[in-house]
């Protein structure tokens, strides 16, 4: 019953812009690492730019309020991985800024980047512990 109340979903038109758009992110990225590149970074260097680009510039479209729109439009392609996880990581302490800096900003910026930041370092250290004994062991 659901399915015949609920509007068809465009999916060739959506896929369609998911592509574009998505494709523009990498290309933008692509744009910046050789940008990067020419100015004398070694490659390493430049690829941690370009993340550390990205990240910046969609965290601030997220909270212009700028992100939510362009994702909107879209759709799957603004999900890739770098932008997405920023918008991702951005978006709860953008949502709760009414409530105050420490107790809105503060308080909920780490909901979901808690668990990614806890989980990165947990096994950092384990990989790390595994990589230490394995050198000590030869």
């Keep these: 019953m659901a399915d015949d109340i609920a509007p068809r979903s465009p999916w060739a038109k959506n896929g369609f812009w998911a592509?574009?758009?998505?494709?523009?992110?990498c290309?933008?990225?692509?744009?910046?690492f050789q940008w990067y590149s020419a100015a004398g970074m070694s490659e390493n260097d430049a690829r941690a730019t370009v993340s550390v680009t990205l990240i910046g510039l969609v965290?601030?479209?997220?909270a212009l309020d700028v992100y939510d729109d362009f994702a909107g439009f879209a759709?799957?392609?603004s999900l890739v991985p770098i932008t997405g996880f920023a918008n991702s990581m951005?978006?709860?302490?953008?949502?709760?800024?009414?409530e105050g800096h420490v107790l809105?900003?503060?308080a909920n910026m780490f909901k979901i980047a808690g668990p990614v930041?806890?989980?990165g370092s947990f096994a950092?250290?384990?990989?790390?512990?595994?990589l230490w004994i394995f050198q000590q062991v030869k």
């Design 27 to 32: 290309a933008f990225g692509q744009l910046l």
């Design 117 to 119: 930041i806890l989980y």
């Design 59 to 62: 965290a601030l479209l997220t």
């Design 124 to 130: 950092s250290a384990v990989y790390g512990a595994v």
């Design 75 to 77: 759709g799957a392609g």
């Design 104 to 106: 809105g900003i503060g």
């Design 90 to 98: 951005v978006s709860p302490a953008i949502e709760f800024k009414q």
């Design 19 to 25: 592509f574009v758009c998505g494709g523009a992110i």
